[in-house]
């Protein structure tokens, strides 16, 4: 999970940089995270849910606590891959040469994005990991 949260903050980290230089944006850096964004959600969000939720439901009903918060990252997760698609298209075309014709709301389809993602991950270091006996304080 330290590994996972790394990489997708590592590509929070590439898109808020993307946003802050529109419209003059590296376009190879585009091509990059665009490249990375949608695999790299997909095996973590897959690693997520086959192996850290399970283990999270089961301390928690252990605990006769409410499953709602895995119920809500699991939609989280497909809302993010989703985004994430639209996120890719985008920064393809910037990457292969098409004009950044508004950044503005480029901007703001990034911002969305890598905010979603940091909050998730915060929601998981605070509350499912430590449930599960996993430290991750990075």
Do not use: W
């Not at 949260?5 to 929070?12: A, P, T, V």
């Not at 949608?38 to 999270?56: G, H, K, M, S, W």
């Not at 004009?99 to 905010?115: D, H, K, S, T, Y």
């Amino acid at each position: 999970m330290k590994r996972a949260h790394r990489e997708k903050l590592q590509l929070c980290d590439a898109l808020e940089r993307m946003a802050g230089a529109l419209p003059g944006v590296d376009r190879l850096e585009c091509l990059g995270a665009a490249n990375a964004i949608v695999p790299l959600l997909r095996n973590i969000d897959q690693y997520e849910e086959t192996v850290i939720f399970p283990a999270y439901e089961d301390a928690v009903v252990s605990s006769n606590a409410n499953l709602a918060s895995t119920r809500r990252l699991r939609a989280e997760h497909m809302e993010d891959e989703c985004f994430g698609g639209e996120v890719t298209e985008i920064l393809l075309a910037i990457g292969h040469g098409e004009a950044v014709e508004n950044p503005e709301a480029i901007g703001f389809m990034l911002r969305g994005l890598f905010e979603n993602l940091r909050r998730h991950i915060v929601f998981e270091r605070e509350h499912v990991l430590p449930m599960i006996g996993i430290v991750d304080r990075d």
